[in-house]
């Protein structure tokens, strides 16, 4: 069994910031990457960002480039994701994912083997 555990949501004004940290437990397993996702109240999930365990090659939406950044630590088997210059459309429940295959598009919800729980994120205008 693996097990994604998101923290660091919260509530926070706009233009503030927040880091969300994913970590990972349970039996080992091969982690090619690591992903978020968001789902706003009433909307399909959405891709944020993605990051190559290996290499830490970094993806990101369009939405939240030059604000977000994905990153990770080996070690504790982490991933985290700053977010700095929040706005109220980033509110949103945050998921972490984690997937097996190296070649799968990190964009694409069905690419990830193991979800977390998430963790609400509010932005306040």
């Known amino acids: 069994q693996v097990e994604l555990a998101e923290s660091g949501g919260g509530l926070v004004q706009a233009g503030g910031s927040l880091r969300l940290s994913c970590e990972a437990s349970g039996r080992a397993f091969t982690n090619y990457g690591r992903g978020w996702f968001r789902q706003a109240p009433g909307k399909v999930r959405e891709f944020v960002a993605g990051i190559k365990w290996s290499t830490g090659n970094t993806y990101y939406a369009d939405s939240v480039k030059g604000r977000f950044t994905i990153s990770r630590d080996i070690g504790k088997n982490t991933a985290y994701l700053q977010m700095n210059s929040l706005k109220p459309e980033d509110t949103a429940v945050y998921y972490c994912?984690?997937?097996?295959?190296?070649?799968?598009?990190?964009?694409?919800?069905?690419?990830?083997?193991?979800w977390g729980q998430g963790t609400q994120v509010t932005v306040s205008s």
């Open positions: 994912a984690a997937k097996r295959n190296a070649y799968s598009a990190y964009g694409l919800m069905a690419s990830y083997d193991y």
